[in-house]
Every structure is written in C-alpha cells, then in structure tokens.
C-alpha cells in the first residue's frame, strides 16, 4: 500500500474529477458552462458547473449565458441552480447572481488526500475499537448497499432512487458495505473513480442511525482509501458540508485538508400576479 498525505490539486482537475464522479443523465454545454439535468434528483446533476470561470472568462459574457441557462432549465421545468466554488474566478457571477436574487445554500468543504507521502496516517491504518464483519466491496451498488444509502441521504420514491442509481452508476467505482454483528447491512460508502482512476472520491458515506458511533464509518473510509491505492490512485478528495463540524474533524484526523469550498446558488421562484 502506498503512503497516504496531503496535496492540493489543481482547482480545475479537481472541479473536472468531480463532475465525473457525479454525471448527470442530460448535459449541454452554452459558452463554457455545463448545464446538467436529472430529473430533479439531487443538487449536484441538476445544477450548473460554470467550467469556463477558470479559464478567465469575461464577465461581460455572464448575463447572456444566464439567460440561456434560464431558458434550458424552464424547457426541462427545473429550477436555476449553480454549483459554484468561493474564490476569486466566481466573483463577478457570485455578484451577478446576487442582484438577481438568487440564494446561498449548502455551503461545502472539498478536502484532499494524497497518494504520495509518507507516513501513513495511523487512522487510515489503524483498527476501529469495534469488532466488525468483513467489508463487502463491489463494482455495482447492491440492493442493501443502495437501500442504506437512501433511507439515510436518499429524497423521493422507486422512480428518484432508479435515478440516483443511474447517475452513480454512470462512473467506474468502488462500493463498499459493511454488516452488523446480526448481518444487517449499517454502514456503506463509494469511490468514484475519476479521470481514469487517477482521482478518487469518496461520496455516500452513509451510516443508519442506530449504527452510529460503532466505528463503522471509519472502517468503510479505510476499506476505500486502501482500495483506491491499490488501483492506482494518486489523489483523493472527499465531500463534507461547512455544517457538519464532526465529520470534518474525523477527516482530518485521517489526514485530509481542505481544499476549498462551494455552495449551490439557486433561483428564488418568481410569483405569479394576482388580481385584477
């Protein structure tokens, strides 16, 4: 197993891993943006990765491209979400889509591990104070892999779920389960493996709440990281909301820094007039 540190990469790979590791089921490009749809069914492949921000693009360009952007989602009959990273490049559509309204929400931290230093953080390697089962890992979400997953972070019914499956799905990725002492599927997590298994995410990191505080999120984290080494991993990167104080100081304990920060900018829904 290789060596696992810290590394920050290069905002535009990792926003590129990213989109990967989460493809939406309907993509457009317009100007430089990607406009991503999938039924509704989370945030993430229903929002806009304004890609062409890093490359400079001019703000002169940004209020022709939101309104190409409105009028796609009104055809899909979605609301005008944008995934968009805090720093100096989204500035100038940060100030644009404050005068148009538009909320803050979900702010989240992108942490990063890498592959390459030594030594090994001793709680990547070490034994949870828990007895466990062996962890299952798969190529394919399996029916309690999937079930775990939803009744923790999942919103909507068969049809959002059939979704969700999709989008995962749709990138090579690791899937790890972990049982409880009675064969009860607890505990699960998902490796996307992105840019040819060059960057790994870990997403879905989901334990049921009568299994928390066992040690088996820790475990499934393992199981991942060691996996994705011995692909040929060079990078990982994780995803934890700015909210949950918690998780982070569990990630960085396991070695993982931050790297930087997005938020969700959503459209306010317009009222209709009424009256006379």
């Known amino acids: 197993m290789s060596a696992l540190g810290t590394i920050e990469p290069a905002p535009l790979d990792l926003e590129a891993a990213m989109d990967a590791a989460w493809p939406a089921l309907e993509r457009h490009d317009a100007g430089g943006w990607v406009l991503r749809a999938a039924g509704g069914v989370t945030q993430r492949a229903n929002s806009i990765w ?3 921000l890093t490359a400079g693009q ?6 022709g491209l939101l309104r190409e952007a409105r009028a796609w989602y009104r055809r899909k009959r979605l609301p005008v979400i944008f995934q968009l990273f805090d720093n100096p490049a989204a500035s100038a559509l940060h100030d644009l889509l404050d005068a148009e309204g538009f909320t803050r929400q979900s702010e989240t931290l ?26 299952e890992l798969s190529t394919e979400p399996s029916p309690d892999w999937l079930r775990v997953w939803w009744e923790v972070d999942g919103r909507g019914g068969e049809d959002a779920l059939a979704t969700a499956q999709a ?21 699960v ?22 299994a928390c505080r066992r040690g088996f999120g820790t475990a499934i984290m ?18 934890v909301t700015a909210a949950n104080h918690g998780a982070q100081a569990l990630y960085a ?17 317009r009222r209709a007039l009424t009256g006379c």
């Open 110 to 135: 992108v942490m990063t591990l890498s592959a390459s230093a030594d030594p090994v953080p001793e709680a990547i390697t070490g034994t949870p104070e828990t007895e466990l089962s062996p962890i």
């Open 222 to 239: 393992r199981a991942l990281l060691q996996a994705g080494v011995e692909q040929g991993v060079a990078e990982f990167w994780l995803l």
């Open 58 to 63: 001019s703000g002169d360009d940004l209020p």
């Open 253 to 269: 304990q396991a070695g993982f820094r931050d790297a930087g920060r997005y938020l969700y900018r959503q459209e306010r829904p």
């Open 189 to 210: 997590g998902r490796l996307a493996l992105a840019d040819g298994a060059r960057h790994g995410g870990l997403y879905c990191m989901a334990t049921l709440p009568d």
């Open 50 to 52: 304004p890609r062409a």
């Open 167 to 187: 989008i995962l799905e749709g990138c090579p990725s690791v899937y790890a389960l972990l049982r409880d002492g009675d064969g009860r599927a607890a505990a």
